[in-house]
């Protein structure tokens, strides 16, 4: 595969932990980009919510006229992967957020901010992912959300003593901890292969990379 076949990923880069994402993302199979302009959300093939504050990033992305661009991209069907506040900016219902805030939706989910902040700001676990191979992934969640609810088409990809910390509908992935932050870049590997799935079901790439079996089965 040369390197203009692979995905070409953007990472929303107005607040958050950018830099750590470009790098799993490059380590997991894509190209990789900083957003911030509205023709930058127009030319990449994905994008990737980072973790940091969601508030702000949602402040920040209306002040930089990101907002719409960003929404037409995700109905008309864009991969997207959040990660802690991005898992809250894809989540179409938003629990304990500030008044105002707004967030991107597409997942059909509840999402309460905060949510194991309030009983511990930080902490780390080996989860296991569905989807993901190789056995756990190192979870670190900082004051991270859970999802409350999901809808029938969301598929829940981890637990964490019972609580949905992992989910993935059609080709938007949202974890509530922040895999960018380990040096384990499957996470970023697994999205990888959806937005190159995402993109040979459309028509817009060559077939290359392999895709997992649920990719296949569970139909994005
Ligand atoms: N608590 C933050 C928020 O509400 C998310 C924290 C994080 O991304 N680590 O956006």
Known sequence: MT??????????????????????LEAGGARAVGVRRPAEVAAVDALVIPGGESTTIDKLTRAFELREPILDRLRGGMPAYGSCAGMILLADRVEDAIAGQQSFGGIDMTVRRNAFGRQVDSFEEDLAVEGVPGGPVRAVFIRAP??????????????????????????????AFHPEITGDTRVHRLFVDLVAHHLRRRGE???GAPVSAQFRTKGT
Request: hydrophobic fraction near 50%; charge should be neutral; avoid cysteine.
């Open 3 to 24: 390197d203009r076949e692979l995905p070409l990923v953007g990472v929303l880069a107005v607040q958050g932990d950018v830099r750590e994402h470009l790098r799993a």
């Open 205 to 207: 790439a060559p077939v």
């Open 146 to 175: 859970w999802v409350e609810r999901v809808g029938e088409q969301v598929q829940v990809l981890a637990r964490h003593e019972g609580r949905i910390v992992a989910v993935r509908q059609g080709a938007l992935l949202a974890t």
